[in-house]
């Protein structure tokens, strides 16, 4: 048998269907399948055609074979991820129109969402959400595509498009974070000034109780802490540490106790943010060991939740160095 069809063996007028003809692989009039040699061929040529933005070829797999939209190549993608991923529009657009399955995932758990926000892809985001993609969709390490546009510097238009579709912003992954604490830990000032704008609850604490403001200071992102303390962060002592010493001070004397709880009181309201960002260097070494994945990679799979209520002021203050004022709008809430 010959080596597998690729785009760029269709020349001229002469159709892919000729080509597969003069090969002696002969589509038949049903879905074909991978494990099929001759018919493997056929979907790599398909997938190859969706990769180059080639419509031609997808329309004439399609329309005139039975190619089916949702054959997975070896990888096990489907053509609209293909699509999405070198950003070949036309042929996403067919592939939409045709009813293809917009929330198709890949082995890893990543939808073609994901794969937008990850690139940058924002008329593709867009053309996805218009057919109904899961703006909340989660991979397998529990990472929305939101999650993924906030963690990768230059996705300021696509996550614009996130936002602007209302794209959950209290999603927690498999660890608990969220996006505006991705954010955070990534030091990605811009997308937390607009997870900021569009309401993101800064008070949420993830699996080990930290805070956004708590791992900005622990990760020592200072623009990014400045500008969480200027929307009404509560500067505090490390979440879990406070609460450590406090389920133990309940076994000790009501005394021991009073004074404990003043203590915590005290550091958690009157503390300053040098101060706590000099609380958190040396003494929040044990902190997370297991919170944030290395670059954008998600762990095991498990269900996130929302964690307590918003207690932000309803006073917004002007973002640092060059950032305008976070204007808390209506237009972007959060996703329950």
Not at 131 to 139: E, F, I, Q, R, T
Not at 280 to 305: A, E, L
Request: include cysteine; charge should be positive; aromatic fraction near 2%.
């Amino acid at each position: 048998m010959g080596r597998p069809f690729r785009a760029s063996d269709v020349i001229g007028t002469e159709t892919a269907l000729k080509i597969v003809a003069k090969q002696q692989r002969h589509l038949n009039a049903r879905k074909l399948d991978v494990e099929n040699p001759r018919q493997a061929s056929v979907i790599q040529l398909f997938h190859d055609a969706a990769k180059s933005n080639d419509l031609n070829i997808v329309e004439s797999l399609v329309m005139e074979s039975n190619v089916s939209p949702e054959s997975c190549d070896r990888k096990g993608w489907t053509a609209v991820l293909r699509a999405t991923k070198s950003d070949s529009r036309r042929v996403l657009a067919f592939l939409l129109d045709f009813k293809a399955d917009v929330n198709a995932q890949t082995r890893e758990g990543n939808g073609a969402l994901h794969k937008a926000a990850k690139r940058n892809r924002a008329e593709a985001a867009g053309m996805l959400i218009s057919h109904g993609a899961d703006l909340n969709l989660k991979n397998r390490g529990g990472a929305t595509p939101l999650m993924l546009a906030v963690i990768h510097r230059g996705s300021e238009e696509v996550l614009d498009v996130l936002l602007r579709a209302r794209a959950g912003l209290d999603e927690a992954k498999d660890v608990g974070y969220t996006a505006l604490m991705l954010a955070t830990r990534a030091g990605n000032a811009h997308a937390v000034h607009e997870l900021l704008k569009a309401s993101a609850n800064m008070e949420l604490e993830d699996r080990q109780g930290e805070t956004a403001l708590v791992k900005a200071l622990k990760y020592k992102k200072h623009e990014v802490a400045q500008l969480l303390l200027q929307n009404g962060a509560v500067p505090h002592e490390v979440h879990n540490s406070s609460r450590s010493s406090h389920h133990h001070s309940h076994h000790k004397s009501p005394h021991h106790h009073h004074q404990h709880h003043h203590g915590d009181h005290h550091a958690g309201h009157h503390s300053s943010y040098h101060a706590n960002h000099h609380s958190n260097h040396h003494g929040d070494h044990h902190g997370n060991h297991h919170g944030y994945p290395h670059g954008h990679h998600s762990g095991n799979p498990h269900g996130g939740g929302h964690h307590g209520g918003d207690h932000r002021g309803s006073t917004p203050v002007g973002a640092p160095h060059g950032h305008h004022g976070v204007q808390r709008s209506g237009a972007h809430r959060s996703a329950k």
